[in-house]
């Protein structure tokens, strides 16, 4: 059951698609309190509650015990000291001990407090804001709880298949020649590849829609002669429009009043890569029609994939902002700086970059209505998100752009993915990424991973490994890499045929890692699950904070401890143990429900099928270059099961949005004989 709660105006944000009429009632499953910082809700947790949710943020799958604040921000830093990330995901689902559970949604794309028992421990409060839609949520289970939610925000997005091949990407690729280099280090040493990412270099001067003539001199025939090997290229859009006379994106967007105002009604001038800029305003239709309409130009080159980045959007500085900081610092010249003064200046130097000040000193016109960006910031990363989604409709209908996105708010998933941003090469954030699927997945984004092997700092050979052992599962599995840190393309470590091997078992689960994800897509589930989703009576199953079920038929329990040849695993019932060294190599055990230790080498995979259930598993010539190799491959079933099992091979042409009707899903059975796992 659904209610809808409307409090003061609120901004139509487009988060919810289904029709739902005003609760008549006054909301009771929470406290509700209207003061001057407006509506805060608040609830009691019992000891045993557990809360998930509220999608990219920092610690646990269970919420408890901290407050995350709903308000978008480039910060790569992300320690557990940080409130916030790139997004606005304003769910959370309370499972509560003897009750049923219940889901709410804020929607409100200003700033939320979520406190989740860091003020109080026993103690919820969200702080909505004055003007805020609330949804609260009751159904008799987790699964349901988050389903319902789905069906309010509606359907997500679906790439096309080879975005589910691996992809390589790295902040520092030049050219052809750089780029030609990473799909000969790849198909060279026998490791398949489906894409290849173009960070801001590829851009003359960072203008957004161009292309640098001398590093790319034909680049609508690099961009084929790749895609002939297999190999997509992806680029990157940045939201900052470059201040420049005479290129058409600026000259434009001034001409047509297209770009965010200043509070004086001029175009606000912020500064990211290519120096000062000013910023499409997505909310205003014709100015989103316009800047999606300039994808094309890529298009039209052949290229099929986008990243948005710096879309919170990011601000080095603002122009006003710089000039009172220079006034400030060159004030402070010859002076002595003690200990206030000196902290004085590194604030405000510090203080230059995404300032909330500045966030409140624009506005945008959505169509006729002026709105101070503050209380709509977490709109900008889905809008123009959706500026390129609908226009991909138009420029390519019916087909699927692989398209994700750094910003986002709940409603985004309808149009495109996320990746996760800037993490870091340690070990807490291969933990912490395991961590945000789950509870993504619960906000609708479906298409989403984080930068494997690390993004900041240098990687490890180790640690890449082990990233990748779980990188095989999330729909993107992206390695990305910052400038100037180590290199890490997989062929640049010892033992190839490790990272081979794992490549390889991701291609070999595609079928079953596909169909999951489209079924998930199709019936508004969820294709990463904490574990108490699945076993909702199981007391220690809600503890679990490093296992994930994906789709329906596997539990993983990835190693993300260094130096560990092995972790301690809990299985919710029995399973089968699968531990693959290679594509085709692997030993199976049964198991029994509880605590084990399990032995997971450097080099090797390990997941578990759950009694009764079963997966396809593709048949691959050694010679996979990627995904395009795979058509009318053949299945090995690994199943486990005391009679027969059955599974639903959910596929389709991956390219098109013409989903295979259910009543064409196909089903195949096993018996317990033909899966012989001994
Ligand atoms: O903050 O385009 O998150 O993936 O490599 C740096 C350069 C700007 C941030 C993205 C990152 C990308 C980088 N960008």
Same mark, same amino acid.
């Given at each position: +059951?659904?209610?809808?709660?409307?409090?003061?105006?609120?901004?139509?944000?487009?988060?919810?698609?289904?029709?739902?009429?005003?609760?008549?009632?006054?909301?009771?499953?929470? =406290?509700?309190? =209207?003061?001057?910082?407006?509506?805060?809700?608040?609830?009691?947790?019992?000891? $045993?509650?557990?809360?998930?949710?509220?999608?990219?943020?920092?610690?646990?799958?269970?919420?408890?015990?901290?407050?995350?604040?709903?308000?978008?921000?480039?910060?790569?830093?992300?320690?557990?000291?940080?409130?916030?990330?790139?997004?606005?995901?304003?769910?959370?689902?309370?499972?509560?001990? =003897?009750? =049923?559970?219940?889901?709410?949604?804020?929607?409100?794309?200003?700033?939320?407090?979520?406190?989740?028992?860091?003020?109080?421990?026993?103690?919820?409060?969200?702080?909505?804001?004055?003007?805020?839609?609330?949804?609260?949520?009751?159904?008799?289970?987790?699964?349901?709880?988050?389903?319902?939610?789905?069906?309010?925000?509606?359907?997500?997005?679906?790439?096309?298949?080879?975005?589910?091949?691996?992809?390589?990407?790295?902040?520092?690729?030049?050219?052809?020649?750089?780029?030609?280099?990473?799909?000969?280090?790849?198909?060279?040493?026998?490791?398949?590849?489906?894409?290849?990412?173009?960070?801001?270099?590829?851009?003359?001067?960072?203008?957004?829609?161009?292309?640098?003539?001398?590093?790319?001199?034909?680049? !609508?025939?690099?961009?084929?002669?790749?895609?002939?090997?297999?190999?997509?290229?992806?680029?990157?859009?940045? !939201?900052?429009?470059?201040?420049?006379?005479?290129?058409?994106?600026?000259?434009?967007?001034?001409?047509?009043?297209?770009?965010?105002?200043?509070?004086?009604?001029?175009?606000?001038?912020?500064?990211?890569?290519?120096?000062?800029?000013?910023?499409?305003?997505?909310?205003?239709?014709?100015?989103?029609?316009?800047?999606?309409?300039?994808?094309?130009?890529?298009?039209?080159?052949?290229?099929?994939?986008?990243?948005?980045?710096?879309?919170?959007?990011?601000?080095?500085?603002?122009?006003?902002?710089?000039?009172?900081?220079?006034?400030?610092?060159?004030?402070?010249?010859?002076?002595?700086?003690?200990?206030?003064?000196?902290?004085?200046?590194?604030?405000?130097?510090?203080?230059?970059?995404?300032?909330?000040?500045?966030? $409140?000193?624009?506005?945008?016109?959505?169509?006729?209505?002026?709105?101070?960006?503050?209380?709509?910031?977490?709109?900008?990363?889905?809008?123009?998100?959706?500026?390129?989604?609908?226009?991909?409709?138009?420029?390519?209908?019916?087909?699927?752009?692989?398209?994700?996105?750094?910003?986002?708010?709940?409603?985004?998933?309808?149009?495109?993915?996320?990746?996760?941003?800037?993490?870091?090469?340690?070990?807490?954030?291969?933990?912490?990424?395991?961590?945000?699927?789950?509870?993504?997945?619960?906000?609708?984004?479906?298409?989403?991973?984080?930068?494997?092997?690390?993004?900041?700092?240098?990687?490890?050979?180790?640690?890449?490994?082990?990233?990748?052992?779980?990188?095989?599962?999330?729909?993107?599995?992206?390695?990305?890499?910052?400038?100037?840190?180590?290199?890490?393309?997989?062929?640049?470590?010892?033992?190839?045929?490790?990272?081979?091997?794992?490549?390889?078992?991701?291609?070999?689960?595609?079928?079953?890692?596909?169909?999951?994800?489209?079924?998930?897509?199709?019936?508004?589930?969820?294709?990463?699950?904490?574990?108490?989703?699945?076993?909702?009576?199981?007391?220690? !199953?809600?503890?679990?904070?490093?296992?994930?079920?994906?789709?329906?038929?596997?539990?993983?329990?990835?190693?993300?401890?260094?130096?560990?040849?092995?972790?301690?695993?809990?299985?919710?019932?029995?399973?089968? +143990?699968?531990?693959?060294?290679?594509?085709?190599?692997?030993?199976?055990?049964?198991?029994?429900?509880?605590?084990?230790?399990?032995?997971?080498?450097?080099?090797?995979?390990?997941?578990?099928?759950? $009694?009764?259930?079963?997966?396809?598993?593709?048949?691959?010539?050694?010679?996979?270059?990627?995904?395009?190799?795979?058509?009318?491959?053949?299945?090995?079933?690994?199943?486990?099961?005391?009679?027969?099992?059955?599974?639903?091979?959910?596929?389709?042409?991956? +390219?098109?949005?013409?989903?295979?009707?259910?009543?064409?899903? $196909?089903?195949?059975?096993?018996?317990?004989?033909?899966?012989?796992?001994?």
């Amino acid at each position: +059951m659904i209610c809808k709660y409307v409090f003061g105006k609120p901004i139509e944000t487009g988060a919810v698609v289904a029709d739902v009429a005003q609760c008549t009632q006054p909301l009771s499953l929470m =406290q509700v309190e =209207q003061g001057p910082a407006g509506v805060v809700l608040s609830c009691q947790m019992g000891p $045993k509650d557990v809360v998930y949710g509220l999608g990219e943020q920092v610690r646990g799958i269970n919420k408890r015990g901290f407050s995350y604040i709903s308000y978008a921000i480039d910060g790569p830093i992300h320690t557990e000291n940080r409130h916030s990330l790139y997004g606005g995901h304003n769910f959370l689902i309370v499972s509560r001990a =003897q009750k =049923q559970p219940f889901g709410i949604f804020v929607d409100n794309p200003g700033k939320v407090v979520f406190d989740v028992g860091e003020a109080r421990m026993d103690r919820l409060e969200i702080q909505a804001g004055s003007d805020c839609v609330i949804y609260t949520i009751e159904e008799e289970g987790l699964k349901e709880v988050a389903k319902s939610f789905r069906r309010l925000v509606g359907q997500s997005y679906a790439a096309p298949k080879w975005a589910f091949g691996y992809q390589q990407s790295r902040w520092g690729y030049q050219n052809e020649a750089d780029v030609r280099a990473v799909v000969d280090g790849y198909h060279g040493n026998g490791i398949p590849l489906d894409a290849v990412y173009l960070d801001i270099d590829y851009m003359d001067h960072y203008k957004d829609f161009t292309v640098d003539q001398e590093k790319f001199p034909d680049f !609508a025939g690099f961009v084929g002669s790749m895609k002939a090997r297999g190999v997509r290229l992806v680029p990157i859009i940045d !939201a900052g429009v470059k201040i420049e006379k005479g290129y058409p994106v600026y000259e434009e967007g001034v001409a047509n009043n297209y770009f965010c105002k200043d509070e004086d009604g001029t175009d606000f001038v912020g500064a990211v890569w290519p120096g000062k800029s000013h910023f499409p305003d997505v909310l205003n239709t014709a100015a989103r029609e316009w800047f999606g309409g300039k994808y094309q130009w890529l298009m039209d080159q052949g290229i099929e994939g986008f990243w948005n980045d710096m879309n919170e959007p990011a601000l080095f500085y603002s122009e006003k902002r710089l000039k009172q900081t220079m006034d400030e610092v060159l004030a402070m010249k010859d002076q002595n700086l003690d200990i206030h003064s000196y902290w004085q200046l590194i604030e405000k130097i510090d203080g230059l970059c995404n300032h909330p000040q500045d966030y $409140k000193s624009f506005y945008h016109n959505k169509d006729g209505e002026r709105i101070c960006h503050d209380d709509v910031h977490n709109l900008y990363g889905f809008y123009m998100t959706k500026a390129a989604a609908d226009a991909f409709c138009k420029i390519a209908p019916h087909k699927r752009t692989l398209l994700f996105s750094r910003s986002s708010y709940i409603g985004m998933h309808r149009y495109g993915g996320i990746w996760t941003g800037d993490n870091a090469s340690w070990w807490s954030h291969l933990l912490l990424s395991i961590q945000q699927m789950p509870s993504l997945n619960m906000c609708g984004i479906l298409y989403t991973g984080s930068d494997i092997g690390g993004f900041g700092n240098d990687t490890t050979q180790d640690l890449l490994l082990r990233w990748l052992e779980f990188g095989i599962f999330t729909p993107l599995m992206r390695n990305h890499a910052a400038a100037d840190t180590r290199e890490q393309e997989a062929y640049h470590f010892d033992r190839i045929e490790d990272f081979r091997n794992i490549i390889r078992i991701r291609y070999g689960l595609l079928p079953y890692l596909y169909s999951e994800f489209m079924k998930a897509v199709l019936n508004d589930e969820m294709y990463f699950r904490p574990l108490a989703f699945d076993f909702p009576d199981d007391a220690h !199953a809600a503890k679990v904070e490093d296992q994930l079920m994906v789709g329906e038929s596997i539990m993983i329990a990835p190693v993300y401890t260094q130096n560990a040849t092995g972790r301690y695993v809990y299985l919710p019932q029995d399973m089968l +143990m699968v531990c693959m060294k290679s594509l085709e190599g692997r030993q199976c055990q049964v198991m029994e429900k509880g605590h084990h230790y399990v032995d997971i080498a450097l080099n090797e995979v390990v997941f578990f099928v759950r $009694k009764g259930h079963m997966l396809p598993l593709a048949v691959l010539d050694s010679g996979l270059t990627s995904t395009a190799d795979m058509e009318d491959c053949e299945y090995e079933w690994i199943g486990y099961t005391d009679n027969a099992a059955e599974y639903i091979l959910y596929d389709d042409d991956g +390219m098109t949005t013409d989903y295979t009707p259910r009543s064409e899903w $196909k089903k195949t059975v096993r018996t317990k004989e033909e899966l012989a796992w001994g």
